[in-house]
């Protein structure tokens, strides 16, 4: 991962990075020179376990949308996700749906910078890395946070998501 001249960034990244500093968390913006649409290449990217990095995935509850931050190890459990939510029906986004919710597009998307908040719930297990990854935006930037950062800056709750 590489620092990078902030000109260089994208508009989706900069909203994550404006979102990252009214919060009042670092800038940890950076580069992954070639990408990494996935969990397992950004690991591979950071020399950090695939379970570190925060994936951002958007569900539709009930017809709205739902951020899932689950951790690269696991795949959600749709099921048991919306029995822990009150039975609501849960299905994974359309790619149109992620852009209309985020901004942002598959495997670009960030917990933060949004064009508004969306209800978000972050997978327990990720407490086991004292160091998260998530994306920033776009599919070649990611920003270093940790589990507490992260449920504060998402406002999200904590749920097991996986089975």
Same mark, same amino acid.
């Given at each position: 991962m590489t620092d990078a001249d902030q000109s260089s960034f994208s508009r989706r990244t900069e $909203?994550?990075?404006?979102?990252?500093?009214? $919060?009042?968390?670092?800038?940890?913006?950076?580069?992954?020179?070639? =990408?990494?649409?996935? $969990?397992?290449? $950004?690991?591979?990217?950071?020399?950090?376990?695939?379970?570190? *990095?925060?994936?951002?995935? *958007? +569900?539709?509850?009930?017809? %709205?949308?739902?951020?899932?931050?689950?951790? =690269?190890r696991h795949r959600v459990d749709t099921a048991g996700l919306a029995e822990r939510l009150g039975?609501?029906?849960?299905?994974? %986004?359309? &790619?149109? !749906?992620?852009?209309?919710?985020?901004?942002?597009?598959? =495997?670009?998307?960030? &917990?933060?910078?949004?064009?508004?908040?969306?209800?978000?719930? *972050?997978?327990?297990?990720?407490?086991?890395?004292? !160091?998260?990854?998530?994306?920033? =935006?776009?599919?070649?930037?990611?920003?270093?946070? !940790? +589990?507490?950062?992260?449920?504060?800056?998402?406002?999200?709750?904590?749920?097991?998501?996986?089975?």
């Open positions: $909203a994550v990075r404006a979102a990252l500093v009214a $919060a009042g968390h670092p800038d940890t913006v950076r580069v992954v020179p070639g =990408g990494a649409a996935t $969990a397992a290449e $950004a690991a591979a990217a950071l020399g950090c376990e695939v379970g570190a *990095i925060a994936n951002s995935l *958007i +569900f539709l509850a009930d017809g %709205a949308p739902l951020l899932v931050l689950s951790s =690269g039975h609501c029906r849960i299905s994974r %986004a359309t &790619p149109d !749906d992620v852009v209309a919710a985020t901004g942002q597009v598959i =495997g670009g998307v960030s &917990p933060v910078g949004h064009p508004s908040a969306l209800r978000t719930v *972050i997978d327990e297990s990720l407490r086991d890395y004292p !160091d998260l990854y998530a994306a920033a =935006g776009t599919h070649d930037t990611l920003f270093r946070t !940790d +589990f507490d950062a992260l449920v504060a800056l998402t406002g999200a709750a904590i749920v097991r998501t996986s089975a």
